[in-house]
């Protein structure tokens, strides 16, 4: 199948794509490099550096493919509501762009990186696919509208199409790892404090509704992950809309994470506490029954050790990230 891959020099598309590659899809990576990383992109992918506000270059990608994955977009759920606007171009109004350039060139596959963000404050854990929709930030908000619009698609146009409800993505393949600049999310943050590159881990907020005060996360390992697209655009042959979480099924609170990864690093990893962020929830968990009955997937990498210590093992081949 040839494949567009948009944001794949990115943490989850350029792993993504190397997957695809590895199971004999032709892909070609669309990326920016405002977020991604040459170096993650697969070598034998086609690469097109570009925006996706660039419509030239957007319908001349788009020519003679059979699907497109969709990584491209802006993820930090703090700053989205210190910026919504900036979210809602980028992750929504760019997505419907590309979804009106695909219909116009008959590509009719495509699978989108959603959030279990659109789920906000949950009002039962783990969570379902039926569960309300709620978001409590920009960020989720600007997912949620790209999925409403996926249905008028289908409806309308007959477009085939995936959304995948990711929870917290974390650890590494054996050559692709997280390199955000600048890092927002906690894994790398705290291994950064093992590697000696910073001095602690902030903890936001100890207040919250759980036995230890602090957040709960549900970690996908991103090898996982990547299985999951995988599926999903095969699965896509005789289905017409999938919607899935995409989680572990079970939680670790921030200090548990921290714990662990005591244990894997052998350091000490200070912490010092502060005030909550706006929009977090408390608890984040899914379910995720459904994909796993429907399309036989299951984690490989179930347990935090395992994810954190293959994240461990790519940071400190790359202490500096790409190219270091």
């Known amino acids: 199948m040839r494949v567009l891959v948009t944001g794949g020099a990115g943490y989850i598309g350029s792993v993504v794509a190397s997957e695809l590659i590895a199971a004999g899809h032709d892909v070609t990576v669309f990326d920016n490099l405002n977020h991604g990383h040459r170096e993650a992109v697969p070598s034998q992918a086609d690469f097109i550096e570009a925006d996706l506000s660039d419509r030239n270059a957007v319908h001349a990608a788009l020519k003679d493919k059979d699907a497109v994955l969709h990584f491209a977009a802006l993820i930090e759920a703090g700053e989205s509501m210190k910026y919504p606007a900036r979210f809602f171009q980028n992750n929504t109004v760019l997505t419907l762009q590309l979804l009106e350039a695909m219909n116009e060139h008959n590509v009719g596959r ?26 409590t930030n920009a960020y989720g908000e600007s997912k949620l509208l790209v999925e409403q619009a996926l249905a008028w698609h289908g409806r309308c146009y007959g477009l085939r199409y995936a959304s995948l409800r990711y929870f917290n993505a974390a650890g590494a393949a054996p050559d692709r790892g997280e390199a955000h600049q600048p890092e927002s999310h ?50 896509l042959e005789s289905n017409e809309t999938l919607i899935y979480n995409l989680g572990n099924g079970q939680g ?73």
Do not use: M
Not at 274 to 283: C, E, T, V
């Open 252 to 324: 670790f609170s921030i200090r548990e994470l921290l714990d662990a990864a005591r244990r894997v690093t052998g350091h000490a990893i200070p912490a010092v506490e502060a005030p909550r962020r706006p929009g977090d929830p408390a608890i984040l968990v899914a379910s995720s029954d459904k994909i796993r009955k429907e399309l036989g997937w299951a984690p490989r990498y179930p347990s935090l050790e395992a994810i954190l210590a293959s994240a461990w093992e790519w940071h400190t081949a790359h202490p500096h990230g790409y190219g270091s």
């Open 110 to 135: 495509f699978v989108f990186s959603s959030t279990a963000a659109l789920y906000g404050n949950p009002l039962t854990v783990p969570i379902t696919e039926e569960s309300e929709l709620k978001p």
């Open 186 to 235: 906690l894994i790398p943050r705290v291994l950064a404090v093992a590697l000696g590159q910073a001095e602690k881990v902030t903890i936001f907020g100890t207040d919250y509704p759980t036995p230890d005060g602090t957040c709960i996360r549900d970690y996908v390992h991103i090898l996982d992950l990547a299985s999951a697209h995988l599926l999903a655009l095969h699965a």
